[in-house]
Each structure stands twice: as structure tokens, then as C-alpha cells.
């Protein structure tokens, strides 16, 4: 590595840790860590590429807070305290302009978290971003996906179709008032990773994921991991009431039904969809009206009919609901 690259990091990568649990970050071969005692590692990695992952005209602040909070919501996922992350970082060049914007974006995405960055690797080549983190669970306490049980409820947090509406914004495919177009910007590149909410839950859970591909798509996993089939009820999808005015008013120059489609296929949401048992139910339940969460109850879990793939079935009103047939004007949305 070049001295240039030394120093690169040394100004840009390298802060004071604040967990007591790092005993050496940043400038060793590795990182030296402290797994709390009866505790857990829970480690993932996403990798953002310029042009596929975010448009081009992204800011780097924007690219940074992105890659950290897209990554981060896999340990929401898992109902775990986040402590350490590292990160690779592939650059056309060393711009320092650009590296300080975007070493703000990112220390500014993790200080809620007070998650310290404790790693990385530096290579040159075409824009790409990798945010490796790592969390902590209480021995045999992370959710997971493939513990969903007949009879559950199913439970998204936040709202839906907010991650699809912003890239339909940012591709130009609709427009939206300042204020919409703020809020939808700002879940785009800075989806909060639902980190409370995941340990808020974690007692009354049985399974849980983040969305990230789509309702349909992730809600698909659960089905598939816990070998039970889901029903949605579509018309109890949470929509931003914003996003949801402004569609029914005809403002964004679409149909009011493309925004069912976010919502269930759309992606980028990062919000947690989570299983709880009738017997858990008031618990959740009380989370929700003493607001310590914001989720809403949109389906059951069911057993698959014999000799039956494990599927995500949706329902409107009670009725069977076919998202595929009505939507298929919008799949090009779903890319
Ligand atoms: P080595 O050659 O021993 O693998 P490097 O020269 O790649 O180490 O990196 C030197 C130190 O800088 C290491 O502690 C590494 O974790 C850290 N580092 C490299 N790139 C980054 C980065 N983008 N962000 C944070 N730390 C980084
Ligand atoms: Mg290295």
C-alpha cells in the first residue's frame, strides 16, 4: 500500500473508538475485539456498487450513509446491539474532497449507533463500497428466519414503498413536492436501521428479516426457511400518509395502484417484518400503543396445503388478491 493510502487513512478512517470492547482498532494488521461475555457474534456484509446500487449523482455523504445503514439493518434483523463495523472501499482516485464528505456521511451514520470503525481495506479501481458489521446477541437470543410458526401474526415496522417511490424520484419516473421529495431522499440514502425496534421485539418474536428485496421477496424467505406459507393482507400495508396523499391526489404523475407495488415488491425499505404467537400478542401489541415501536399487524402465518410449495399469498378485504396481475403495468419499477 502507498503512502498516500497510509495517510488516506489515517485523516479520513481512523477516530477514537468508543466502545470499551475495542482493544485495537484501526493501523494493526487487525482489529483486537472483546466479545462481551455470553454473548454472541453476529457478523454481515453488504457491498454498494456506483451506477447499481446508487445513481451516479449521489453526493459521497449520501453513498457513505447508504452503504452504513443498508448494512447495519441486517443486525436490526437479528434483534443485536451493533458495536463494531469495517470497511472496504474501492476508489477511482483518492479525491480528498471526496473522501471527506464521505468520511462525514459515514461517521455521522454511525454515531446513533455509536458503532466504531475498527477496519478496512483501501484499493483503487471502480467505486465500490463494502460495510462489514458486527453486533452482539445474548447466547441463543438472535431472531432468525426460519423459526416463523402456524399461527403467528405477521408484523412490518415503519411504512412500505417508501425505497421504490424514492427511486422512482430519483430516475426522474415521478415528481414529488419538496417536502415528499425530502423524506423519500432521505429513506433512500439513509434508511434508519431499525435497531430499537429489533430488540424491542426480540422477547415476542419467533422469526424475523429486514426488507431489502421486497415484502413478497422477503416475506418469501421466512416462508421458505420456517416451511409455512404467509398470508398478506394488502389492504393493511402501512403507506407514508404523504406518499399516500399525494398518490391519491394524482400528484406524482402515476397511478394510484403503482404504489400497492411498492409496497409489495419495491425493495429498499429496510424496515423488519417479524412473526409473533397469539400468546405474545398483547406483548407486541402494548408495544405498539404505549409507541416504544411503530408496526402494524399485516398477515398470518398458515400451514402450506399438502404437496404445496411454501408460499406468500396476498388477500384484499379478505378476498384472494392476485399483485401480479393487477401490477404488471409496474414491474419495471421492481428492477
Ligand atoms: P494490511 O496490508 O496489513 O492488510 P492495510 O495496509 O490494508 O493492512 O491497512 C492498514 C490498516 O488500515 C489496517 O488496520 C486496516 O484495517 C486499516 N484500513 C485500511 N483501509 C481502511 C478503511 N477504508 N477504513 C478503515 N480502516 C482501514
Ligand atoms: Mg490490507
Known sequence: ????????????????????????????????LSVPHNQQLVVSMDTLVAGRHFPESATPYQIATRAFCTSVSDLAAMGATPLWFTLGLTLPSSDEQWLSQFSEGLFAAAKPFNMDLVGGDTTKGPLTITVQAHGVVEQDCALQRDTAQIGDRVFVSGYLGDGAAALALLQHKITASDKLSDYLVSRFYSPMPQIALGQAIAPFT?????????????????????????????????????????????MLGYERDAILSWALTGGDDYQLLFTVSESQLPAVNALIEDKLIHATDIGRVVAANTGEQYTVQCAMNGAPYSPSSQHRGYQHFTA
Open 206 to 250: 419467533h422469526a424475523a428479516i429486514d426488507i431489502s428485496d421486497g415484502l413478497l421477496a422477503d416475506a418469501q424467505h421466512i416462508a421458505d426457511a420456517s416451511q409455512v406459507s404467509l398470508v398478506v393482507d394488502v389492504d393493511r400495508l402501512p403507506i407514508h400518509p404523504s406518499l399516500h396523499d399525494a398518490m391519491q391526489k394524482g
Open 1 to 32: 500500500m502507498s503512502l498516500n493510502e497510509f495517510s488516506l487513512i489515517k485523516q479520513f478512517f481512523t477516530r477514537q473508538a468508543q466502545q470499551s470492547s475495542v482493544i485495537k482498532s484501526v493501523g494493526d494488521d487487525c482489529a483486537i
